[in-house]
């Protein structure tokens, strides 16, 4: 699986770039800038029988650690163009979650720094259309899980892998009919750098 690789990638990468430079404590106060790609697993159960394809792109997120062991993070990606894999047309996808992430090895110097997050998603819908037809997906609002690693290349800066899992749920209508509700469900894999201040 492509997601796999690119997160075993960057493992790997950032376990060899790291050398034996003065480490600093994730910690209390830390602001920090996260960025890279991210693959979207798309696919879906739809009661309406539409798949959606796989996308890529950038991912990014802005956070602040009020405690040790603690931060809050805004995360986002860019607008993801999605056509049915079963179907002519598609639609714009535009995700984003507010998280709660846990760092169990916050306040240590730990070169690698595991991190799990619960919080919300929203996601907003623009540009559908399915066989032909207009189609109309309403904004969706719902959980949002992830997990993540740091590994500390400097005291500013780590290569960064994750992988989130979104409940995406939505009324959906087709030629202005209800059909069943579009459920994506996605989960993201990414890999990129956090930069901390």
Same mark, same amino acid.
């Given at each position: 699986?492509?997601?796999?690789?690119?997160l075993? +990638?960057?493992v790997i990468?950032?376990?060899?770039?790291?050398?034996a430079?003065s !480490?600093?404590?994730?910690?209390?106060?830390?602001?920090?800038?996260?960025?890279?790609? +991210?693959?979207?697993?798309g696919?879906?159960n739809n009661?309406?029988?539409l798949?959606?394809?796989? &996308?890529?792109?950038? !991912?990014g997120?802005v956070?602040y650690?009020?405690?040790?062991?603690l931060?809050? !993070?805004?995360?986002?990606?860019e &607008?993801?163009?999605?056509?049915?894999e079963?179907s002519?047309?598609?639609?714009?996808?535009? %995700?984003?979650n507010?998280?709660?992430?846990?760092? %169990?090895?916050?306040?240590?110097?730990?070169?690698v720094? %595991?991190?799990?997050?619960?919080?919300?998603?929203?996601?907003?819908?623009?540009?559908?259309s399915?066989?032909?037809?207009?189609?109309?997906i309403?904004?969706s609002?719902?959980a949002? +899980?992830?997990?993540g690693v740091?590994?500390?290349i400097?005291e !500013?800066? +780590?290569v960064?892998?994750?992988a989130?899992?979104?409940n995406v749920k939505?009324?959906t209508?087709?030629a202005?009919?209800?059909v069943?509700d579009? &459920?994506l469900? %996605?989960?993201?894999?990414g890999?990129?750098?956090t930069?901390r201040?």
């Amino acid at each position: 699986m492509k997601a796999i690789k690119i997160l075993t +990638a960057t493992v790997i990468a950032g376990t060899m770039a790291m050398g034996a430079q003065s !480490a600093m404590a994730y910690g209390k106060g830390d602001i920090f800038l996260r960025g890279g790609v +991210a693959k979207v697993d798309g696919k879906s159960n739809n009661g309406n029988g539409l798949i959606a394809k796989d &996308e890529s792109g950038f !991912a990014g997120s802005v956070g602040y650690m009020f405690h040790d062991n603690l931060a809050i !993070a805004l995360q986002s990606t860019e &607008e993801f163009s999605t056509d049915w894999e079963n179907s002519a047309g598609g639609f714009d996808q535009m %995700p984003i979650n507010l998280m709660l992430q846990y760092y %169990p090895l916050g306040g240590t110097e730990a070169r690698v720094q %595991p991190y799990a997050g619960v919080g919300l998603n929203y996601t907003h819908f623009s540009g559908e259309s399915a066989g032909g037809q207009s189609m109309d997906i309403d904004d969706s609002y719902g959980a949002a +899980a992830e997990l993540g690693v740091d590994l500390k290349i400097t005291e !500013a800066w +780590a290569v960064n892998g994750f992988a989130r899992y979104a409940n995406v749920k939505a009324d959906t209508k087709i030629a202005g009919q209800d059909v069943n509700d579009t &459920e994506l469900d %996605p989960v993201t894999v990414g890999a990129g750098v956090t930069y901390r201040f």
